[in-house]
T-cell receptor, first 112, second 116 residues
Framework: KQEVTQIPAALSVPEGENLVLNCSFTDSAIYNLQWFRQDPGKGLTSLLLIQSSQREQTSGRLNASLDKSSGRSTLYIAASQPGDSATYLCAVCEDTGNQFYFGTGTSLTVIP | GAVVSQHPSWVICKSGTSVKIECRSLDFQATTMFWYRQFPKQSLMLMATSNEGSKATYEQGVEKDKFLINHASLTLSTLTVTSAHPEDSSFYIC????????????FGSGTQLSVL
């Protein structure tokens, strides 16, 4: 069974800093990997989707990388802003089915 | 893109009542929908897989008589929490599979259930 781990569990940075969130998974046979953002009491917002054949995806200040062989993905946030404060989840979609396995998330606080 | 609408966003109910949550795929047909729940500070956990026209498949430890799932059409799945109790208070999210798009799974905005 796929296990997804996110480190760190919580992160606090001053505004303007660049930061990296880490996601690791145990089974490299994946279909894709997604990074989500979750604001308190709200649903998930999909940030970036990386197909298993891709190595990275970029959207604005966000860049996600994928290294399937090592079972790792990173989410890079450039020039962080207070509005980036949220919980970030990575989710791995298994190769054989449609089930997503979620990490426990990283709670990010960007201090003005 | 594909849009999944989940309703309601918030619901507060008394213990013992039943609550129905709807998940709709607005611009695509979803043969498969998934229901998740999330406890505070924990990750999302899959509850059940809902297939149109057939019985849902529940994950281990999820009471199927308590969490009734109906997927009567290709665009609608419902989750009914029967005889809700305070321990059922949680965040429930659905996702729908869009086989026509590479992204495949799209998520609803979630439902925060509070049982008094």
């Amino acid at each position: 069974k796929q296990e997804v781990t996110q480190i760190p569990a919580a992160l606090s940075v001053p505004e303007g800093e660049n930061l990296v969130l880490n996601c690791s998974f145990t089974d490299s046979a994946i279909y894709n990997l997604q990074w989500f953002r979750q604001d308190p009491g709200k649903g998930l917002t999909s940030l970036l989707l990386i197909q298993s054949s891709q190595r990275e995806q970029t959207s604005g200040r966000l860049n996600a990388s994928l290294d399937k062989s090592s079972g790792r993905s990173t989410l890079y946030i450039a020039a962080s802003q207070p509005g980036d404060s949220a919980t970030y989840l990575c989710a791995v979609c298994e190769d054989t089915g449609n089930q997503f396995y979620f990490g426990t998330g990283t709670s990010l606080t960007v201090i003005p | 893109g594909a849009v999944v609408s989940q309703h309601p966003s918030w619901v507060i109910c008394k213990s013992g009542t039943s609550v129905k949550i709807e998940c709709r795929s607005l611009d695509f047909q979803a043969t498969t929908m998934f229901w998740y729940r999330q406890f505070p500070k924990q990750s999302l956990m899959l509850m059940a897989t809902s297939n149109e026209g057939s019985k849902a498949t529940y994950e281990q430890g999820v009471e199927k008589d308590k969490f009734l799932i109906n997927h009567a059409s290709l665009t609608l799945s419902t989750l009914t929490v029967t005889s809700a109790h305070p321990e059922d208070s949680s965040f429930y999210i659905c996702s729908a599979e869009n086989r026509g798009l590479r992204e495949k799974l799209f998520f609803g905005s979630g439902t925060q259930l509070s049982v008094l």
